[in-house]
């Protein structure tokens, strides 16, 4: 094919009692709403329903998932809760921590995540920066999960490479339960609790979820213990506004088991590094994160959302030395939606700004066996940042719908060296990035769509400080634009979403592996392609089994194409960007009888694993990973659930570092991630 296009519990009875009592305190007791089942949402809130009918205007990559896809399995990471989602590539390293990619965004980062909007219930999870870790996303505390690819992600003021992921919370109104407690474990000594209370009244409503897990983890080196509460309260100010404060915090002992060779990852793969056990790598997270949104309806279709946030994260890290970072994020927004007419055409018009504010204590010292030893750099980072968007939507005909956006962007990113002074460095960026699509709706529902945006992203200070480059190491912004086209539907026994991109990259971030002759691990691409194929299809095989008409079989299966490379480059020519598997498959089938029963298995397939260097002199082997799962309601509110994972004991590589020349001298090959092992997990959960 040719590459033109191929394209914590013990809290939890005193919580479970005193969130109604709140809502009845303000509110009549015979105004309380129950919320079993309720999914109505709120304007600072939306259902489900409501955000998948927003989600449908996009001329573009898209997809809702819902908590229910992955209620009855160990949920534990975003891997867990996005691996149906056409076109992101998922993979776990350990316990929470992720490698994650759309559409080659952050391609060969080896650590934290770049090039992607990641949020809790529209607030960035990212330091202001772009950078972030993945422990503070816990799949119980979601209701489901919105992706939006590349620049399709306008509307929470995001232009890059990868788009945005928003986990929306339930609230008082869209709990699936008004309380619940779960616990579930299993394999290599896990162990999980977890529970929620919710009530709703005609003014107040209120939402809290608590859990901690505990575990051995799969390696060495893979221990953790980890607490997290969330929650958040709606106060209806009037008919028209309604005002919501969020509070989540999270308390997470890790521990990093690091890369090693092919054959250790191979032969041995529960075994770490011996530096790893002697000097304790560890990641250990305290943050708080504190938000508020206000939302007011202005006449029958606009709507005007203002809020800000204030995220304060302590960071442990001994790895090659002890990162000891304190980190402190403030922001606000605003955000406007107006439906009406121009020219006799129904329009749709938003329009927003953004801007958040960061600084970060980056200390580091000589790891002593886990702990500090002598200080080797102490800065004062500090990020700002600002966005400023609208897209319109225009409606042509009935069935046409124009869609045009423009985002402008600036940054600053300023390092304060307080070592030495003369290392003192600040850089800004600025970036226009318009889009423009088309939607094309079907009967049947079924839509085409087409689209072409542009995404340029600054750098953060993992990749503009890089001992011992003085100062900033000298990168540009990565800069890209992107074409697509797609379809989404559904027909008979078929459902789809089908999409197909194109992007041209100048300046891209790659990474790969320090060596004495190569001092910084980043460095700016000069031209690339990332093109694909993001394939979702589901065939209903039988419907209406059994004698309540609720018995169904469904099989489910993703497919994605990553042909990335290098576009006439002076070292590295034509070939292949290191990073990704060129081909992956994940399809599974699953039997249910309605909400009574349900069994399923499925597979993830790499033919063949991603090149380890740009050089394509050595590449990672395939694999194949089978797994089984099933849950029965025992009772109203009442269910358990079994899942056995990699059931044959496949040994397979989950997750790389990239390396410039693997035949180089001296190139430092141990930067393989073992996949985790046959395991076996059980859970149980009461809804009352």
Same mark, same amino acid.
């Given at each position: 094919? *040719? ?11 005193? &919580? ?78 350990? +316990?929470?921590? %992720? ?17 992607? *909007? ?42 890059? &490479? ?28 896990? =162990? ?95 943050? %708080? ?13 606009? /709507? ?5 946030? &204030?995220?304060?994260?302590?960071? !442990? ?10 980190? /402190?994020?403030?922001?606000? !927004? ?60 225009? *409606? ?58 542009? +995404? ?9 400080? /890089? ?13 890209? #634009? ?10 008979? =026994? ?9 992007? #041209? ?6 990474? !790969? ?40 079989? %469904? ?30 498959? /994940? ?9 009574? #029963? ?54 397979? =590589? ?29 859970? &149980?959960?009461?809804?009352?």
């Amino acid at each position: 094919m *040719s590459r033109s296009f191929l394209l914590a519990g013990a809290c939890l009875p005193a &919580l479970c009692l005193s969130l109604p009592a709140a809502a009845e305190m303000a509110a009549d007791p015979a105004s309380v709403v129950e919320v079993i089942g309720q999914r109505q949402g709120s304007a600072t809130a939306p259902s489900v329903d409501e955000a998948r009918k927003q989600i449908n205007k996009v001329a573009g990559g898209v997809d809702l998932v819902t908590a229910e896809e992955f209620r009855d399995k160990y949920a534990l990471n975003l891997k867990d809760m996005l691996s149906g989602t056409p076109g992101v590539y998922a993979q776990q390293r350990f +316990a929470e921590e %992720v490698r994650i990619s759309i559409r080659g965004s952050g391609l060969s980062r080896s650590f934290h995540m770049r090039g992607l *909007s990641l949020l809790i219930d529209g607030v960035p999870v990212n330091l202001a920066d772009g950078s972030t870790d993945f422990q503070e996303i816990d799949p119980r505390q979601a209701r489901y999960v919105e992706v939006f690819k590349g620049g399709n992600a306008l509307r929470y003021g995001a232009a890059s &490479l990868g788009g945005a992921i928003n986990i929306m919370t339930p609230t008082g109104r869209t709990a699936s339960s008004a309380n619940s407690i779960a616990i579930d474990g299993g394999s290599f000594g896990t =162990i999980r609790l977890a529970g929620t209370a919710s009530a709703a009244g005609e003014t107040l409503d209120g939402y809290v979820s608590v859990n901690g897990i505990r575990s051995d983890g799969y390696r060495q080196q893979t221990a953790q213990q980890t607490a997290r509460l969330a929650g958040n309260v709606g106060i209806k100010l009037t008919d028209s506004a309604e005002t919501r404060f969020y509070l989540s915090a999270n308390h997470i002992q890790q521990e990093v088991p690091g890369t090693v060779s092919r054959a250790s990852a191979l032969d041995t793969p529960r075994l770490a590094p011996a530096i790893n056990n002697q000097n304790d790598y560890a990641r250990d997270i305290n943050s %708080v994160r504190l938000s508020n949104r206000t939302s007011i309806l202005l006449g029958d279709e606009a /709507q005007l959302d203002v809020g800000g946030f &204030l995220n304060v994260k302590s960071l !442990f890290h001994p790895i090659f030395q002890v990162v000891d970072q304190d980190s /402190q994020d403030v922001g606000s !927004f605003i955000r406007y939606t107006d439906v009406g007419q121009i020219g006799g055409l129904r329009h749709e018009l938003v329009v927003g700004l953004q801007g958040r504010y960061g600084h970060v204590n980056a200390l580091q010292y000589v790891n002593v066996r886990g702990s500090r030893g002598a200080k080797t750099a102490d800065g004062d980072q500090y990020a700002q940042q600002a966005e400023a968007y609208a897209e319109s939507r225009t *409606s042509l005909t009935p069935d046409l719908t124009l869609v045009a956006g423009l985002q402008w962007m600036a940054a600053k990113r300023e390092l304060d060296n307080n070592l030495n002074a003369t290392q003192d460095a600040d850089k800004s960026f600025h970036a226009l990035n318009p889009k423009l699509g088309l939607l094309y709706q079907l009967d049947g529902g079924t839509q085409l769509y087409a689209n072409v945006s542009r +995404a340029e992203e600054a750098p953060t200070f993992s990749e503009l400080v /890089q001992a011992p480059v003085p100062r900033f190491v000298p990168l540009a912004s990565q800069k890209a #634009w992107t074409a697509e086209v797609g379809t989404r539907g559904q027909s008979g =026994i078929f459902a789809w979403d089908i999409g197909l991109y194109r992007s #041209w990259l100048r300046g891209e971030y790659l990474q !790969f592996t320090v060596n004495p002759t190569i001092p910084a691990g980043t460095f700016n691409a000069d031209k690339t392609i990332h093109q694909g194929i993001e394939a979702g299809l589901d065939v209903t095989i039988a419907d209406k089994l059994f004698a309540s008409d609720a018995g169904s079989v %469904v099989f489910s299966q993703t497919y994605m194409l990553n042909d990335f490379y290098f576009d006439g480059d002076a070292q590295f020519g034509g070939n292949d960007l290191a990073g990704v598997p060129r081909h992956l498959y /994940q399809g599974g089938l699953i039997i249910k009888n309605g909400d009574t #029963w349900q069994v399923g298995a499925n597979v993830e397939w790499a033919p063949e694993g991603a090149w380890i260097d740009y050089a394509n002199s050595l590449k990672a082997p395939g694999y194949d990973v089978w797994s089984v799962n099933g849950s029965v309601q025992l009772a109203k509110g009442l269910r358990v659930y079994a899942e056995a994972r990699n059931i044959f004991k496949t040994r397979y =590589i989950s997750s790389i570092s990239t390396i410039a020349n693997a035949r180089a001298t001296g190139a430092n090959l141990n930067v393989y991630y073992p996949g985790e092992g046959r395991s076996l997990y059980a859970g &149980l959960k009461a809804e009352f």
